[in-house]
């Protein structure tokens, strides 16, 4: 069974910093790409962040580029975010999401697999 967990969720405030992890098991971690989703209160969801199998390609949209950074450890089954200089509209709920083939972000909605989400709220 596929599972995907995230943590790392907080309220910090703008400007600040924060590491979401999402732990993958059930399934070769190697072989799929991996994507993080958010989704404000009211919002349609968005395609965040997307990195390939080995790491070596990464995308990101337009809303976040430069300041959020995805990656992954392979040997821990592991996905991570890293997000600096957070606005408040950055508050929304991350998912992390995996499938065996490359989606544009803008297609969110067609991940295969997806983790319950963590919070992130960005607020003083």
């Known amino acids: 069974e596929v599972q995907l967990v995230e943590i790392g969720g907080a309220l910090v405030q703008p400007g600040g910093s924060l590491r979401l992890s999402c732990a993958a098991s059930g399934f070769t971690f190697s072989n799929f790409w991996m994507y993080w989703v958010r989704q404000a209160p009211g919002k349609e969801r968005e395609g965040v962040a997307s990195?390939?199998?080995?790491?070596?390609?990464?995308f990101y949209a337009d809303s976040v580029k430069g300041r959020f950074t995805i990656s992954r450890d392979n040997a821990k089954n592991t996905l991570y975010l890293q997000m600096n200089s957070l606005k408040p509209e950055d508050t929304a709920m991350y998912y992390c999401?995996?499938?065996?083939?490359?989606?544009?972000?803008?297609?969110?909605?067609?991940?295969?697999?997806w983790g319950q989400g963590t919070q992130v709220t960005v607020s003083s």
């Open positions: 990195i390939s199998m080995g790491g070596i390609s990464t």
């Open positions: 999401a995996a499938d065996t083939s490359w989606l544009s972000l803008r297609r969110p909605n067609e991940f295969s697999y």
